[in-house]
């Protein structure tokens, strides 16, 4: 009798263990409309810019501590801005392509942050998981909170994630050599 009193003392103390969140986080959902992603992407002698649309995201918060995030990207909405009329759209289209992103077969891309250390005021240091073409790859990163606005610059290795095109390009081609990693400038509105 004491065993089975023992055991369902333990039982429920340990399942509501279980089921009791450790953290008693807000979910700031961020707004998609206000907020803007800007990629850039270098070659030998120059780059492109455009931006890429957030489908939906929010930050976790434990009182005014950031704790985790997380996002989706509509990778279809890519799009370039430093160049007009049939250049645009020929690069917007490659890019959509088999040759990098793949967003017919690959719509969305997503980040969770999986460890967020806090450095000085608002600045934060964040580790998450990438995930492009369906591959899911580690990242860090610096962001900063300023009120209801967060920002951060990613660096990514595009060939991590299966997008090779033009990548160690070598001999005559050499001139249009596409840089591996690309840049990604979020601004965050919540």
Excluded: C
């Amino acid at each position: 009798m004491k065993k089975t009193i023992l055991s369902l003392a333990l039982t429920t103390v340990f399942g509501l263990t279980a089921f009791a969140n450790p953290i008693d986080g807000e979910k700031k959902e961020i707004k998609t409309s206000e907020s803007k992603i800007v990629w850039k992407a270098y070659k030998v002698g120059g780059g492109h810019e455009g931006t890429i649309g957030l489908k939906s995201g929010a930050l976790e918060f434990d009182g005014d501590q950031l704790v985790g995030g997380e996002f989706v990207v509509d990778m279809t909405t890519i799009s370039n801005t430093d160049m007009t009329g049939e250049y645009k759209g020929k690069l917007e289209g490659h890019l959509k392509s088999d040759d990098f992103f793949s967003t017919a077969s690959n719509p969305t891309a997503s980040l969770v942050f999986t460890k967020v250390e806090q450095n000085e005021g608002g600045l934060y240091d964040v580790t998450g998981d990438l995930t492009i073409k369906g591959i899911t790859k580690p990242i860090r990163f610096d962001l900063s909170i300023d009120g209801n606005k967060a920002t951060a610059n990613l660096k990514v290795d595009r060939t991590k994630y299966d997008v090779k095109y033009g990548s160690s390009i070598i001999g005559t081609a050499k001139d249009k050599l596409i840089y591996d990693e690309f840049d990604l400038v979020v601004d965050l509105q919540m």
